[in-house]
């Protein structure tokens, strides 16, 4: 599904050069579950980035369901965010002037969809995180947890096949962490990839797999398969 | 593809901005488009010819004071002497100059007696050198021979019995005849002197650039027997400069019992009675210019705004698959959205506005299709002007998404 | 804490020194705009007597065709010569004078100073001290001299200079219209604006250069200048029967000290009429009318119409130019909401911070201010360049203009900012230190 192999980043100022990432492997196969930990700047947001073609690279490649992503135009790349790979970001990043149904309209709308099929999408995705019935409330009128459920939905209604979360979990409180946490894993259940960004301990554990990034390099890499499921539901 | 549903729900929970660029575009349109019309008309005005021959013609005054000034003679010797001039095509005397600003107005009538009404018209009176000096052309009868030219004394009540009249002054006296029948017949003057038109020109506008009826004019065979009076020049080709230094010597040498004053040529005439309309135009211009671009830059300074305010957003909308192109036209149809608001309001102040200076000023109506292409232009100008800023968001790295401010 | 506030306007003004430049050039070009079109207007319509424009009163009789209204429904602007000389010997004003204009050739009897041409008023003695016309050598004539036709002239500035070289030149002896003239008095320098007493050749046209008693029209058989309007030929030939005749060249002004006398005077105007009817003459009915100095102008439409449509124009610029001002504003404290919440945490008040803010937006209206008063500057010698020098003293920005100007630019810069202002403060205190 996704295979970086010495992938490069620097980011360049006027006064430093930062290297972001440096020599950064890693393969995830379709539907698993991966969760990224690792201090703080140690280059996790540059990964998913990188990985969900927000951002471009200098050295190494990256496939991306079997393709090559380094020769792709603006264009090309917008369309494989879009078909491809759903987004959840640590502070929802719902746009404030629409209500929820418009907001999880966004994706569907570049992609290209009829009325009718966005309609049923929308309905559908809102419908999974249970907020069907406040389709026409802004997003200011709910709760943190309640507005990335949003989010996810948005991510969810185009079906990537690939679902990137930076900090999902960030900005909301543990009960409302651990319902987004089991909604990520239901999803995936359902066959998404999931690659999750997480500081969390506790939260990283219930993924099916768990990467360590350390100066822009994975460190470590362990399967989590083998501890019991679920902490809590 | 097109978003229109979404952008204007988004711009209904903003609404604020959008309003006041739609009306910035409303008004912009109603003073551009009155503008227009209005510097359309007047230069409609100034393009219309006098008839004369404008590039080589000019006139001067001459009054006499002295006590042995005697103006018969002065006149007679002052036009004779003036045709052999070298550079001089032909001179007279008048009474008024065409587009000048004074003249001498009378009112011709088809029949006779006070209790009907005259078609106004300018009187020009001169011998029978007028029609080639002004440069007319005689379309229907025949130009004053020597012998009908007679002295007109001052505060004299009488007219001559034949006149020359334009095309449009034999139109408006027989308005279902053709104008060559105008010949021959009688008109009135003073309600019940008559007069035969002996001759129809082409063209020769009135004194006054401002009156509804401007071609309406009349040649009356005369001279005029006043100390103060006016040669009208015409001189050869690309020669009038010479001839009027020439001119003015050659006067004020030949008889020292009177003045030489006013001299003028009819270009510089035309530039003074239409100095009003040009100055309109050339004001009403700059207006249009300055507020097109303040306008602009006004759209400019808020597209920015809202740009830098949903910088985020547009990293979102990056990372849920929008192209380049596709914020580009985000933006270009949110302003295309507010601009289209902006014009139909504007129509509708444009027509507000026309019809208070119709009837404050006694403008003309506009014509209807200066609203649609004002439209047009107010759209293409909001196009312009957001196409920076849209362009400014089209290049908002989409990572921006994942930066946790 | 003014200061305070206006050291903050000063620091904000310089931290975003592009979208404060745009303000203040809106400002700018709208008020430059305005205040030019605006003084062109007010000087258009300024009263050229203030001290003396209720008492002054124009007067029309109706001696017009039977069959038309002299101009659409409206009565003769002017008079007959038998009408003004009528009314002027019942003498039934405080003060009156008839006029007309003329013109003729003035010979110095300096050899070095060429003969030339001057327009001349015909007016009576009581001219001068009805419109407050300044003397600068001697007096106008007396009430003796009209009645006797006495050939006596009074002087502009500009003339005495011309041909006395500028030294008291009363009791001397002029040339004009071929026959001599005593200079009785020099006038000081006066051009009422407008031209009120004769508008017919242009408002804001240049007084006359002489003043002769009005009886030597007659007696002098002097030209008509100015508008002539007939509407029947003279009965007769000659200067005599065009004098008599119904052409009206005539003005009349008389000064009418209450609203008693003037109602008397009206009287006085009808019942003249109707002895007139019963000569045979004023075939229309009754309308005779006084027009003080200012209803006189606003009938004669002295505001040129060109003037009115750009004062339109240019405040309906100002208006674009202010919605500008005030969704840059909305930019500009919108952007500063992080700052304003944090003014709200630390205990500033609402009031503080509308207050804080409206100083700031008056500090960019005082700006727009200053340079729209240089842009009118330039604005109206734009004008003077292009209806050339007869508006000269149409385009002249004056004290009260200034302060009109500034005035403006404060009000409307403050009209604008008022909403952008209630909405920044409305910024809840805490709710910029939440994290979006
Ligand atoms: N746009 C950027 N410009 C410059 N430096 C950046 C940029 N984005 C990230 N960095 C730097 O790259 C490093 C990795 O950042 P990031 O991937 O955001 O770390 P993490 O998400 O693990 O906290 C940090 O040192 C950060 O300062
Ligand atoms: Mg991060």
């Known amino acids: 599904m996704l295979k970086m192999t010495e992938i490069k980043k620097v980011f360049r100022t006027d006064l430093v050069e930062t290297h972001a990432l440096r020599d950064f492997n890693l393969h995830v196969d379709e539907g698993d579950f991966v969760a990224v930990t690792g201090p703080s700047g140690s280059g996790k947001t540059t990964f998913l980035n990188i990985a969900g073609l927000l951002e471009t690279f200098e050295g190494g490649s990256y496939q991306l369901d079997g393709e090559d992503v380094s020769h792709l135009n603006d264009k090309q790349r917008s369309q494989m965010r879009n078909e491809k790979i759903g987004f959840i970001f640590q502070s929802f990043n719902l746009i404030p002037d629409l209500d929820l149904f418009d907001n999880v309209d966004v994706p569907l709308r570049y992609r290209g969809f009829n009325a009718p099929e966005r309609r049923k999408r929308i309905e559908q995705s809102l419908d999974l995180v249970g907020l069907a019935n406040r389709m026409k409330h802004l997003p200011s009128q709910l709760s943190g947890g309640q507005q990335q459920r949003v989010a996810i939905a948005r991510a969810l209604a185009g079906e990537p096949r690939f679902l990137l979360a930076d900090e999902p979990t960030g900005n909301l409180d543990s009960k409302m962490a651990n319902s987004v946490m089991s909604l990520l894993q239901d999803i995936n259940d359902r066959g998404t990839t999931i690659v999750m960004v997480t500081h969390d301990q506790e939260l990283a554990r219930q993924a099916k797999r768990n990467i360590y990034v350390r100066d822009g390099k994975v460190s470590e890499l362990h399967e989590v398969s083998e501890l019991p499921d679920a902490v809590t539901a | 593809m097109l978003e229109i549903g979404p952008i204007f729900r988004a711009l209904m929970r903003n609404k604020v901005g959008a309003i006041l660029i739609a009306i910035q575009i409303a008004i912009t349109m109603t003073i551009i488009v009155n503008a227009v019309f209005i510097i359309y008309e007047r230069s409609q005005k100034m393009q219309r010819e006098s008839g004369i021959d404008e590039a080589n013609s000019f006139y001067l005054s001459s009054a006499g004071f002295a006590e042995s000034f005697n103006a018969k003679v002065s006149i007679k010797e002052d036009l004779a002497a003036l045709r052999q001039l070298p550079g001089v095509a032909n001179a007279i005397q008048i009474n008024a100059i065409p587009i000048s600003g004074g003249g001498w107005s009378m009112g011709l009538q088809t029949q006779a007696g006070a209790e009907y009404d005259g078609v106004g018209v300018a009187v020009y009176m001169v011998d029978e050198h007028g029609v080639d000096t002004l440069d007319l052309e005689i379309i229907a009868g025949e130009n004053f021979s020597p012998s009908d030219i007679g002295w007109r004394e001052t505060a004299q009540r009488l007219w001559p019995d034949k006149i020359i009249i334009t095309k449009s002054m034999a139109e408006a006296l027989f308005p279902d005849d053709p104008f060559e029948t105008a010949v021959g017949k009688t008109v009135f003057i003073n309600d019940t002197e008559p007069m035969v038109i002996t001759g129809i020109i082409d063209k020769l506008q009135a004194p006054w650039v401002g009156w509804d009826r401007v071609e309406n004019a009349m040649l009356s065979p005369e001279n005029l027997n006043y100390e103060s009076t006016r040669y009208f020049i015409r001189a050869e080709p690309g020669q009038r400069d010479s001839v009027m230094k020439n001119v003015e010597e050659f006067l004020a040498e030949s008889n020292t019992g009177r003045i030489i004053r006013s001299m003028r040529s009819i270009e510089e005439t035309r530039e003074r009675s239409y100095r009003g309309d040009s100055a309109m135009i050339k004001i009403l211009t700059t207006v249009m210019i300055i507020l097109t671009v303040v306008t602009a830059l006004g759209i400019v300074g808020l597209a920015s705004f809202s740009v830098n305010r949903r910088k985020k957003q547009i990293g979102t909308r990056r990372a849920l698959g929008a192209s380049q192109g596709a914020i580009l036209r985000y933006f270009m149809l949110e302003n295309f959205l507010i601009s289209s608001v902006g014009v139909f309001l504007g129509a509708a102040l444009t027509v507000g506005l026309n019809v208070l200076l119709v009837n404050q000023f006694d403008l003309d109506p506009i014509d209807w299709f200066y609203i649609p292409i004002g439209m047009v232009i107010l759209w293409i100008v909001g196009q312009l002007a957001v196409f920076g800023p849209a362009k400014k968001a089209a290049n908002i790295a989409p990572a921006i998404a994942t930066r946790t401010v | ?436």
Not at chain 3, 15 to 25: E, Q, T
Not at chain 3, 247 to 264: G, R, S
Not at chain 3, 283 to 288: A, L, M, S, T, V
Not at chain 3, 299 to 305: G, P, R
Request: charge should be negative; include cysteine; charged fraction near 20%.
């Open chain 3, 1 to 436: 804490m003014f200061s305070y506030y206006l050291r903050l306007a000063f620091k904000s003004i310089r931290r975003n020194p592009i979208l404060s430049a745009l303000m203040v050039a809106a400002i700018a070009l709208g008020i430059g705009s305005s205040m030019t079109t605006i003084t062109v207007n007010y000087l258009m319509s300024a009263n050229p007597i203030p001290e003396k424009s209720d008492v002054l009163y124009h007067v029309q009789v109706d001696s017009w065709d039977p069959h038309n209204a002299f101009n659409d429904d409206d009565i003769p602007n002017q008079l007959t010569w038998t009408e003004a000389t009528n009314l002027m010997a019942a003498n039934k004003a405080m003060r009156q004078t008839a006029m007309a204009k003329t013109g003729g050739i003035i010979e110095p009897s300096d050899q070095d100073v060429k003969p030339f041409e001057a327009s001349a008023r015909l007016a009576f003695g009581d001219f001068f001290s009805m419109f407050n016309v300044p003397f600068l050598f001697g007096s106008s004539w007396d009430a003796e001299a009209d009645q006797n036709r006495s050939q006596v002239i009074v002087l502009t500035k500009r003339i005495n200079e011309q041909v006395f070289g500028g030294v008291n030149s009363v009791g001397e002896t002029l040339s004009m219209f071929g026959t001599n003239f005593r200079v009785v008095g020099v006038l000081d320098d006066w051009q009422p604006m407008p031209k009120f007493y004769d508008v017919n050749n242009g408002a804001f046209d240049e007084s006359e250069e002489v003043f002769i008693p009005f009886f030597l029209k007659e007696e002098l058989e002097l030209p008509n200048w100015g508008n002539t309007n007939c509407w029947k030929s003279p009965e007769g030939e000659g200067f005599k029967a065009f004098l008599r005749s119904e052409c009206i060249n005539f003005q009349m002004w008389v000064e009418l000290p209450t609203q008693n006398d003037k109602a008397e005077y009206l009287d006085f105007l009808n019942s003249y009429v109707s002895e007139q009817k019963d000569l045979g003459r004023f075939p229309r009915p009754i309308q005779n009318r006084l027009s003080n100095v200012m209803e006189w102008m606003e009938d004669q439409e002295v505001v040129a119409d060109d003037a009115q449509i750009m004062l339109w124009l240019s405040l309906m610029f100002l208006l674009v130019c202010l919605l500008n001002t005030i969704g840059l504003l909305l930019a500009k404290f919108t952007g500063k909401a992080a700052e304003i919440g944090l003014r709200r945490a630390v205990g500033a008040s609402k009031g503080d911070l509308f207050f804080q803010h409206l100083v700031e937006t008056a500090l960019i209206g005082l700006l727009g201010g200053v340079f729209g008063l240089l842009l009118a500057l330039v604005g109206l010698e734009g004008i003077k360049s292009l209806y050339g020098e007869f508006v000269r003293d149409l385009a002249a920005l004056d004290f009260t203009m200034v302060l009109v100007g500034l005035v403006l630019a404060l009000v409307s810069s403050i009209a604008a900012g008022l909403y952008p202002t209630w909405r920044a403060c409305n910024i809840a205190p805490a709710s910029q230190l939440k994290s979006q």
